[in-house]
């Protein structure tokens, strides 16, 4: 990885000196490069601007609309209603972390089951009955799953930890749901409460864990190549060993997102047309989106979705 190998000499608090059509800079050193003359430094030598995000700020642009109404637009237009499975979700991450702020005696899953009754919300359900049963559902998950699969005594290295990375191009952080020591080596840990049961292909594929394995050996100085997906709903964890050559291929292609969105949000300020440069991209999945309202390209790919849609089925009676 090229990793923050960029060291500057002043660069930034030093003015430019204007010369002729070519701007020159105070010197500025590149680790394992000579150091350049005043008189071959011009604006190519000026280090890239870096792009700073969040993994779902780099995956909210696979719809460059969708991107827009959400980073750009001020003020930006209104989202549809909640969703019940996000209070799904929020919930049982909340209260997965605040079981492990308790004193390690506290620590029981029947508590973790509490956390979930005490902090739930009545976003996105039908009606009542239907946020009731859900909070039931997902205390039980959150419950079985500390039951089965986490030893209280075992403290994590880190909860809700923020990591963050950069290249020449890229400035990322973002908020591991837990990291995990194991045998000396750290372990991205994301919680999952979708109904979709995941795989090793999942954890592979998933961007936003490559990154954050990243993040924590950047930020954690540790060693760190294991990510794993903890469904709640099923207790199955599905897991991945990164190589240098896997994480790489993630980063190059949060790179290559990175650029195309400077490029867009550089046309737009411009004077460039909106709907030219962050088009929408219609599927299926248009039905999920918080501004379906606002997007007829959206509303005639995929039929409307009800608030609790993505809910899990319940359990049989």
């Not at 050193?29 to 601007?49: I, N």
């Not at 419950?143 to 923020?162: F, I, K, M, N, S």
């Not at 190059?252 to 962050?278: K, M, N, Q």
Request: net charge negative; charged share 25%.
């Amino acid at each position: 990885m090229q990793l923050d190998h960029v060291r500057s000499n002043g660069l930034g608090r030093a003015a430019a000196e204007l010369s002729g059509p070519a701007a020159t800079v105070t010197r500025m050193t590149v680790v394992g490069q000579p150091e350049l003359g005043p008189e071959q430094l011009t604006l190519a030598h000026m280090p890239t601007r870096l792009f700073g995000c969040t993994p779902s700020r780099l995956a909210a642009f696979d719809c460059p609309r969708r991107y827009r109404f959400t980073y750009l637009d001020r003020p930006a237009p209104a989202r549809g209603a909640p969703w019940a499975h996000n209070t799904v979700g929020a919930t049982a991450h909340l209260a997965l972390h605040r079981w492990w702020l308790l004193p390690r005696s506290q620590r029981t899953p029947d508590e973790g089951a509490s956390l979930v009754e005490r902090n739930w919300q009545a976003n996105g359900f039908r009606d009542d009955a239907q946020s009731a049963q859900a909070c039931v559902t997902t205390a039980a998950w959150v419950r079985q799953y500390l039951a089965d699969h986490v030893d209280p005594a075992d403290e994590p290295v880190g909860v809700e930890r923020t990591v963050a990375m950069r290249t020449e191009r890229l400035a990322v952080s973002g908020r591991v749901d837990r990291v995990d020591d194991r045998d000396g080596e750290l372990v991205v840990v994301d919680y999952k409460t979708g109904r979709r049961e995941l795989t090793a292909d999942d954890a592979r594929g998933s961007q936003a864990l490559a990154l954050y394995v990243l993040g924590v050996r950047r930020t954690l100085r540790r060693g760190c190549n294991r990510v794993e997906l903890h469904h709640l709903p099923t207790g199955k964890v599905s897991a991945f060993e990164h190589t240098d050559e896997s994480l790489q291929r993630h980063l190059d292609r949060a790179e290559s997102a990175a650029e195309d969105i400077v490029a867009a949000t550089d046309t737009l300020a411009s004077g460039a047309s909106a709907d030219d440069v962050f088009p929408p991209m219609t599927s299926s999945a248009c039905g999920w989106c918080d501004f379906r309202q606002h997007c007829p390209e959206g509303r005639a790919a995929s039929p409307d979705l009800h608030p609790w849609a993505g809910l899990a089925e319940p359990p049989p009676s």
